[in-house]
């Protein structure tokens, strides 16, 4: 008799894809290095009764020291499964798109982000370290290219406050 299969741990973090204009229109995105040498998003787990939008939100500017990230919106929700201690794990998290105005970044050196850069969506998806990352970044792109365009959102001065989050997936 083979073992039954255990139901893996379920995990929801919430990140940002921020965005800033540069004066030709054209948009920089916005990647950090983690502490495993990765470039990616700032993402993290939900804490307490957060809600993806505000644990996004919070995460992104915990991770990059900015604090005028104005919220264009949900990307998209990725998953994946890993394994970590002996768990096996379904993990997903929520993107949002973010926009800021700042172009200093500070990383969160305690969490063991090294290092940012503010590069072209080309460039962008060159350096991200996840396949499935690139999916999210090229919507990202789309919705920023859209903004630009319109000469919409641009980001107000101070925080913005978040709307609802989208559905959680729910377990098969």
């Known amino acids: 008799m083979s073992k039954p299969k255990r139901k893996p741990d379920r995990e929801v973090s919430a990140g940002g894809i921020i965005f800033r204009r540069q004066p030709d229109q054209s948009a920089r995105f916005l990647l950090i290095r983690d502490p495993y040498k990765h470039w990616g998003f700032p993402k993290g787990h939900l804490e307490d009764l957060e809600t993806p939008t505000e644990a996004a939100l919070r ?38 798109l973010f926009e800021s105005a700042a172009a200093e970044v500070t990383p969160q050196a305690d969490e063991g982000i ?23 970044l090229k919507r990202a792109g789309d919705m920023a290219r859209t903004l630009v365009a319109m000469g919409a959102g641009r980001a107000p001065t101070g925080p913005v406050a978040a709307p609802p989050a989208p559905a959680e997936p729910v377990e098969s």
């Open 59 to 96: 995460e992104s500017a915990e991770e990059t020291g900015l604090t005028d990230l104005a919220l264009h919106g949900p990307i998209r929700i990725i998953d994946w499964h890993f394994r970590f201690k002996g768990h096996y794990i379904h993990k997903y998290c929520h993107f949002f």
């Open 114 to 136: 090294t290092d940012y850069r503010w590069l072209t969506l080309e460039e962008a998806l060159e350096l991200l370290s996840y396949d499935n990352a690139r999916g999210v």
